[in-house]
């Protein structure tokens, strides 16, 4: 059959430089905004009604797995990572086309001297990812509340506690004012608890580290709470 | 920035063969059901585990506007066909890069002689649409139903009602046995006014006629009535 070519129309600016971070769906980490920004030819004209819809949906492109292609079947970390199911019938990020979807809160659109961003609220996307469709959520259309979710019903618990030692609570003190909400952003990403899941049963004093902006924050997972023990900047 | 090539995992058949009757938005005919084929090398491994998910996505390509391109603003039909929004302020079919998405409510999977179908419910989508990805629909993510949905905020009225001549009601007694609930399916497609905006609100005895399955379908609107007065088979 026929083959179409896709490009581009906006790039995503977003808290998660690597995909270790990044929310397993849209809407769970709240703190976390993005700016969605149109690539030429595409101007604010292209937008222009957009702001009248709370919500919107940015189709885009696992750019970063496309390389690694994809298979028949994967486990979804929602059944522990065990369990086989068809690459159809889940969100994975390996998939043939490697298209993507999430929907998310338009908080504003700003024009800028010849730049157009669409701030949102709660993205899933790694920075950098390359957007191939906006569209506006039509709630008659696309909310379908009722819908049997399978094996993943609801939505995954988000209760890690998270502390902060001394030291990174100082840290955090010191970059105030420079990242917007970002003992919250932080708090909410590893709540997740972002591990892979077979590390998730281990009792191991393992530090691990993750990438949010430019900031390398690091943390252990002690008697099922995440202790967040140093953030630095990247050099 | 980078392209990207796409290709059709699989294919619809549906009972519309020409864009005319298309219903605007999934859902709103619900006597249309529509078979999702699998293309090679897709099989039934791809979408085991679908069948415990009520509703799929189904991302598809205009295929029959793609030729056409796109312009920046767009006059959507629920505005009247007036007023002008942004391409992605709108659901337009003709868009930069082509992707329709959809979600319908999944019927059946059916596995038969190597053919994988994934019949469907309430479908928008004209004969043959390629179709390059299936997601499974996860309400917890994809369901906003507090959504703000600016100018198209529910669903457009489907309130003509719909008669048929006595010859009308014979051919389709004839017919009957051979298209599933082919009066209904006649009736809610025509009860969402498939005529474009710009004959609306005109007095006129034209007779207009679409296609569904291998069927020509005549009717006239007179007193905002539609009247089905010829059902015939195509040759």
């Given at each position: 059959?026929?083959?179409?070519?896709?490009?581009?129309?906006?790039q995503?600016?977003?808290?998660?430089?690597?995909k270790?971070?990044?929310?397993?769906?849209?809407?769970?980490?709240?703190?976390?905004?993005?700016?969605?920004?149109?690539?030429?030819?595409?101007?604010?004209?292209?937008?222009?009604?957009l702001?009248?819809?709370?919500?919107?949906?940015?189709?885009?492109?696992?750019?970063q797995?496309?390389?690694q292609?994809?298979?028949?079947?994967?486990?979804?970390?929602?059944?522990?990572?065990?369990?086989?199911?068809?690459?159809?019938?889940?969100?994975?990020?390996?998939?043939?086309?490697?298209?993507?979807?999430?929907?998310?809160?338009l908080?504003?659109?700003?024009?800028?001297?010849?730049?157009?961003?669409?701030?949102?609220?709660?993205?899933d996307?790694?920075?950098?990812?390359p957007?191939?469709?906006?569209?506006?959520?039509?709630?008659?259309?696309?909310?379908?509340?009722?819908?049997?979710?399978?094996?993943?019903?609801s939505?995954?618990?988000?209760?890690?506690?998270?502390?902060?030692?001394?030291?990174?609570?100082?840290?955090?003190q010191?970059?105030?004012g420079?990242?917007?909400?970002?003992?919250?952003?932080?708090?909410?990403?590893?709540?997740q608890?972002?591990?892979?899941?077979?590390?998730?049963?281990?009792?191991?004093?393992k530090?691990?580290?993750?990438?949010?902006?430019?900031?390398?924050?690091?943390?252990?997972?002690?008697?099922?709470?995440?202790?967040?023990?140093?953030?630095?900047?990247?050099?």
């Amino acid at each position: 059959m026929m083959t179409h070519v896709i490009e581009p129309i906006a790039q995503i600016h977003s808290p998660y430089p690597e995909k270790f971070a990044v929310p397993r769906q849209p809407g769970l980490v709240t703190a976390a905004t993005a700016d969605i920004e149109l690539l030429p030819p595409f101007n604010a004209d292209t937008v222009r009604g957009l702001a009248g819809f709370s919500h919107i949906w940015v189709v885009f492109l696992f750019h970063q797995n496309l390389a690694q292609g994809w298979q028949p079947m994967v486990r979804p970390p929602r059944l522990g990572g065990n369990e086989k199911v068809g690459v159809f019938a889940s969100r994975s990020t390996f998939r043939p086309n490697g298209l993507g979807m999430s929907v998310v809160e338009l908080l504003e659109i700003v024009v800028h001297g010849g730049r157009t961003l669409l701030r949102v609220q709660g993205g899933d996307w790694v920075n950098g990812t390359p957007v191939v469709d906006i569209k506006p959520y039509l709630p008659y259309v696309d909310a379908v509340p009722e819908a049997r979710g399978g094996y993943a019903a609801s939505a995954p618990p988000a209760n890690m506690p998270v502390l902060f030692t001394e030291s990174a609570r100082q840290q955090l003190q010191q970059l105030k004012g420079q990242y917007r909400d970002l003992p919250t952003l932080i708090e909410q990403v590893l709540q997740q608890d972002p591990r892979p899941a077979y590390h998730k049963n281990k009792v191991s004093d393992k530090v691990y580290g993750m990438q949010l902006y430019d900031l390398n924050i690091q943390w252990q997972v002690l008697n099922q709470q995440n202790h967040v023990i140093n953030i630095s900047k990247d050099f």
